[in-house]
């Protein structure tokens, strides 16, 4: 088999907050196509990783690329790079219903602009008719459709999830970033997720941060074992679950997805 450059590359990045070094030359690859998990007990720097892959945090060193080329992330142009992420916090517009929050997460493929809304031209109108149409099929999905209508903030917890999620998907990202998709959610509802997560596989490529174990070992391709801001493990979940090394950081903590 071919293979294929990395989509996303992480090189040699080193990140502190004060004296407190938070990532140590972290490096790591994620593959088109692939779900891959960042896992590491509390404080290793997962979420760090994310912030800076984002934009949100600057490295002291290291590099960063996507698709080949070197990338210099900035928050705002994340979408338009082709880059997607769901926040902890879902972040969604409370007041807005959850159709109106799946179809913002386009408005980088808005053609209407300042003009055009002045103007209310008809294929301006006809564009932003197409994407509630995406919207609302993205919803129906997620299996979520009755709660398009609904302002985000009555809908239950696992709901809004949901939303947060199509609103990421709907900007068409080739690099999808998942911050704790598992958290607070039933065993019923993660179980649905990963279903959910599986089936991206055929539109992007996805990376997770994630505490819930069963969860990150029964869906991700490879993972990424953080500790002490330092990459300990690489592998398949089974490899990385059999790994003396990440055993010792979960000391306590269960590692396996039957445990
Ligand atoms: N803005 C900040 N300023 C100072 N220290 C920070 C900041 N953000 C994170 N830290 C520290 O950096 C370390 C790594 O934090 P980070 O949130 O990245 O870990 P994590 O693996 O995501 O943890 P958790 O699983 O608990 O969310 C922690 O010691 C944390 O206290």
């Known amino acids: 088999m071919a293979q294929h450059a990395p989509l996303l ?27 891959l998990g960042v896992i590491g007990p509390n404080g290793a720097g ?17 590099t960063l690329s996507f698709d080949g080329h070197r990338l210099v992330p900035r928050p705002h142009r994340l979408t338009r790079l082709g880059i997607a992420r769901t926040l902890q916090g879902l972040g969604l517009f409370p007041n807005l219903s959850a159709l109106d929050n799946v179809a ?6 808005s053609r209407t602009g300042p ?15 197409r994407l509630r149409d995406q919207a609302m099929g993205m919803l129906e999905q997620f299996g979520i459709a009755d709660a398009a209508h609904r302002p985000c903030a ?12 199509a609103r990421a998907l709907i900007s068409e990202p080739r690099l999808l970033l998942l911050d704790e998709p598992a958290a607070g959610l039933s065993a019923a509802e993660t179980g649905e997720l990963a279903e959910i997560v599986r089936g ?15 969860f990150v070992m029964n869906l991700c391709d490879r993972l990424v074992v953080l ?20 055993q010792r950081a979960y000391l306590g903590e269960a590692v396996a997805a039957d445990a």
């Open 46 to 62: 997962k979420t760090t990783l994310f912030n800076t892959i984002c934009g949100f945090v600057r490295p002291d060193s290291g």
């Open 9 to 35: 590359r992480v090189d040699e990045l080193n990140v502190s907050f004060g004296g407190l070094k938070v990532l140590q030359a972290v490096s790591l690859e994620v593959t088109e196509g692939e779900v």
């Open 200 to 214: 991206l596989r055929q539109r992007t490529t996805v990376m997770l941060v994630e505490h819930h174990m069963e």
């Open 104 to 109: 913002a997460g386009a408005t980088h493929r």
């Open 227 to 246: 500790d002490f801001g330092e990459v300990i493990a690489t592998g398949t979940p089974a490899r990385v679950r059999e790994d003396p090394a990440v």
């Open 115 to 129: 003009v055009g809304a002045l103007l209310a031209s008809p294929w301006a109108e006809r564009h932003e008719l």
């Open 154 to 165: 009555s809908l239950p917890y696992g709901i809004r999830k949901r939303v947060a999620l």
